[in-house]
Structure formats: C-alpha cells, structure tokens
C-alpha cells in the first residue's frame, strides 16, 4: 500500500466480486486505513492539505464578511430585519450540490465569470466552500452579539457609543462565542463533498480532496482507503473541536466569562 | 394636583452659584410622562436639577425612580414632557454625564481596559488614557487588580470599577442607580466613599435608593416618589425631621407601601 491508486482501471470493483465477505472487507480496510495514516503516505499528505487549505482560506473568507454581517443585522434595526434573519437561518442549511451548481454555472465558460478560467481550481472550491460558510458564521454572530448587546446596551448608550462604534466592540468581547461560530463553519466547510465535487472536479494532484476522494474510492470499491481517508477526517474535526473547548475552557475560568 | 404642587417648594435653583460656567446644568423636567403600553408609569414630572446640590430619589420599589433617572440621563425619551439641559449640544452632554448601573456592566476586559474602552469612546488620545486609568484605578482602590479580567471581580469590586470608569470620564453629572443594592456593609462603604469623593470633586450626585440610612447619608435635597408621582420634594434634613406627604409619613415610618 506505498500509494493512493490513481487510475480507475487498475482497480477491480471489490464490491461486486462474487467471493465479496463483509467480516473481512472491514477488517482489510481498518488495517489498511492504519497503515495508510502510520506510513505518511505523500499523495495522502497532498489530499489532506489541499482539503485544509482550501476550506480554512474558504472560512476566513467567509468570517471576515459574516462576523460584521451578523452583527450588524444584531445592532441596527432596519426595515426587513426579521426577514434577513429568517433568511440568514434558512440558508445555514444550503445543501452544497445546489450551491456547487450554482457556482459552477458563474464560472463555467458560458456564465458570468467565464473569462476568469476559475472552473475546476481549488480557488473555484475556495469560492463554493465560502458561501456555504457565510450563513453560519452570519447566524451563529448574529444570536451571540444580539445577546451581548441585550447586556451592553444601556452601558453602552450612557458612555455614548452608537451602534457603529458597538459592532467592534461587541465582536471583540463575544470572541470566545464567535470561535464556536467560526468552528461550526469550518466543520461544515471540510466535510463537505456535494460542492466541491461539481465545482472542483476532483483532479487528481489539483482539485481532489478528502471528501472526494472517500467519494470516489468507495464508488471504486478501495474501501480500505476511503475509509483511512475517513478516519483523518473524523480526527481533524474532533481536534479542531476539542482544541475550541480547550481555548473555551480555559477563556472562561481566566476571564469569567 | 393642588395638593402636590403645594408641598414641592424650590429653593434649590439659588442654590447653584457655584456651578462652572461651561455647566450643563441645571436640568429642567416640565411635565414629564412616560408611558409603557398604555400603563403610565411616570407622570407629570416636573423638576429642576442643580449643580453642588446631592439629590436622593427616594421612593419604594416600583415608585418609577429608576425610570425617572433614565430619561434624565437620556437614556429613555419621556412620552410627553420636556427634558431640557442648558446646554443643546449632545455631544457635549454626554460627555459630561456618566452613569453608575445596579447591576455593573463590565466589558469582558481586563479592569484597566474596561476604562481605557470609556475613555477612548470619549475621544481621549491614547497616551494620555493611561495616567488617567491609573489615577481612576487609585481612587477606588483597585490599582491592584489593573490587569485583572474585569469579570472575575467580586460584585463590590465590579461595583468599584464601574465608579472608576466613571470617575476617568470626570463627569459633571453623575446618575447613579441603587448602586449598592447586592452589596455587604463593607463593600457598601466603599461604594459610598467614592460618592462623597465624586462630590467634593464638584460633580452633582444624583442617586436613586430605597435604602433609606443611604439617603440620610447622602442626601442634601430628596426628591420622594410613589406610584410615578413627584409626591414630594424637600431638603434633606426637613424631609426626615418633618415630611409634609402622608406617603413619606408613611415610607419614613417603614410602613409598606403600595
């Protein structure tokens, strides 16, 4: 098991092969899923950072416009500004495949951003994974600051801040809250596959990561390797969450909340 | 009305000689309501506030005393009546009031920050806010705990710092709403010492309380309230030997009443 099988063809459809056992496919996979992940495997290494790299470039983006975004629709009360929170909330739930087509549609040599040659690059997935992002990370700010605000308001008033001077304010001091918020999204953008797969294409060595590559081994019958894929996912997400609480943890005994 | 107009007298606007010459005061109430949902919780406040005079809104709970010192401090926006400082300019009326809450609200900062943030909304160029913070911290006595998050302070220290906030801004007006209502005697005496440096340092005290040992203490004018009513308004020392209402009769006698 030196490398990740690159070629459709050389592969065999493990799972339609007559003599197919359950008992020892998995035990097969969990095998190879460890060895995959002791050896460091190089193409292994690519696919991981490239899924990072995309979906942490993908969740700044989205938190540098849905950090004021959210706490902007806290602060300021606006004609239609129940609406825009229904609307935020709904779209937390965007399904990916909608979003990937519809990013595709832009940048698909027919559409709009044509002329840019963004379809089928992990910037084109940056852009996907951003806007699945946004409403989280818009939603999730708008409750934590409407609720700080709730407590600051009158404080505020009486030293004489507006609502515009609030917003820095109010973002700075729900920081421990909004890395929940930030965590929600970035947990949404790495497991997401609908999105990426449309507009990224799963190059191999351009476009493919992780969730595409579980994809397409499984689809292939390499079953041992989506599901060593698998098992790097699940670890990076639970140590990206158990290193938020920890942060969280720590925050709220140091600074009392 | 008759017989409330009859016991308020107003011998407080003399009373203001010392007052600086940029000063915001006196305030004038004229005929001031507010209303929540139909139900009249303030009315026809009509009240003159001046400078060097500590007045005590004294009153059981639920009076509207607090309400009271919210429209004063601009905070809340009287459903009929005016509010009228003798200055116009808002910018400057801010500046020159702060405001002590029952409940501090501190940011979630250190204890030094939580001052600086006031001073800094305030316009106040960065290396000047330190010495200012320091001398604010001294005055409370909580120089210490600078670095401190701010929300890891007792009740009574959070208590102090919002004074200290307060005291950086050098307000000429400082409202303060039963500022030591959740405190122990200990912390309350600290609290209260603060207010008399407040007051030697010139800036008018405005206190709400229903503690009345508070209001003896504190108290040059009193202005009793009940049931969102200016019941009565007297000197301090005429108001405890001798109150003129029934419902301060009543209050001082430490009657309940509703």
Known sequence: ?257 | MSKLALVIDKPFEEQSKTAPHDSILPLVLDGVCFDINGHRLLDRISLTLCHGVRTVLLGPNGAGKSLLLRLCHGLLQPTTGRIQWSDNDSRRLHKKQAMVFQRPVLLRRSVAANVAYALAVKGVSNDRRRPMVARALEEVGLAQLARRPARVLSSGEQQRLALARAWALEPEVLFLDEPTANLDPGATRLIEETINAFHRQGTKIVLVTHDLGQARRHADEIVFLHRGRLVERSMAAAFFKRPRSDEAKAFLAGELLD
């Open chain 1, 1 to 257: 098991m030196g490398a990740l099988p690159g070629n459709r063809e050389e592969q065999p459809l493990r799972i339609r092969h007559p003599a197919f056992r359950m008992d020892v496919m998995f035990t097969q996979s969990f095998g190879t899923a460890f060895e995959l992940i002791a050896t460091l495997d190089a193409q292994l290494f690519a696919i991981v950072g490239l899924s990072l790299q995309v979906s942490v470039i993908a969740v700044a983006v989205a938190a540098v416009i849905g950090l004021p975004l959210g706490a902007f629709v806290a602060v300021f009360d606006f004609r239609g500004r129940s609406a825009a929170i229904a609307l935020l909330n709904t779209l937390m739930g965007l399904p990916p495949v909608v979003v990937g087509l519809i990013v595709y549609l832009m940048l698909s040599r027919a559409g709009p951003l044509g002329p840019f040659g963004l379809l089928f690059t992990p910037t084109a997935m940056v852009i996907a994974q951003s806007i699945l992002v946004l409403p989280i990370i818009a939603a999730l700010t708008r409750q934590t600051v409407a609720d700080l605000y709730g407590e600051y308001t009158e404080q505020l008033q009486s030293l004489g801040v507006g609502p515009v001077r609030a917003i820095p304010t109010l973002l700075w001091d729900g920081r421990y809250s909004l890395l929940t918020a930030i965590l929600a999204g970035f947990g949404r953008a790495i497991a997401e596959v609908g999105a990426v797969l449309i507009v990224g294409g799963n190059i191999n060595h351009v476009t493919r990561v992780m969730t595409t590559t579980i994809a397409l081994e499984t689809s292939k019958g390499n079953l041992a390797i989506a599901l060593g894929l698998g098992i790097i996912l699940l670890a990076l997400a639970l140590a990206v969450n158990a290193g938020a609480l920890f942060v969280q943890g720590v925050a709220q005994r140091v600074e009392g909340g």
